[in-house]
């Protein structure tokens, strides 16, 4: 069975919903960063936003997690937009 993304069921591309490492994440938000200032910019977003944070902790997620799940990356796409 085919996953599909976000904008491929609006006819669109992005990102695909699936399980990711943060790095991998971070660099779809900050292409002209280095990978680990892409990271560190993720993690101030995540951390700097009281909702977004609250519902990933919901989720199990802890700060020093290098692989999100598939649920963690749709709640960041909720939160930040896509990519």
Known sequence: MKQETINEQRGGSSPRISPMSK????MLYAPNLTPQGAVNRLIDWIRHNPELTESLLRTGYRKSQ????????RIIFDYLGEP
């Not at 790095?23 to 971070?26: D, F, G, I, V």
């Open 23 to 26: 790095m991998e994440l971070a």
């Open 66 to 73: 290098k692989l999100l799940t598939s649920l963690q990356v």
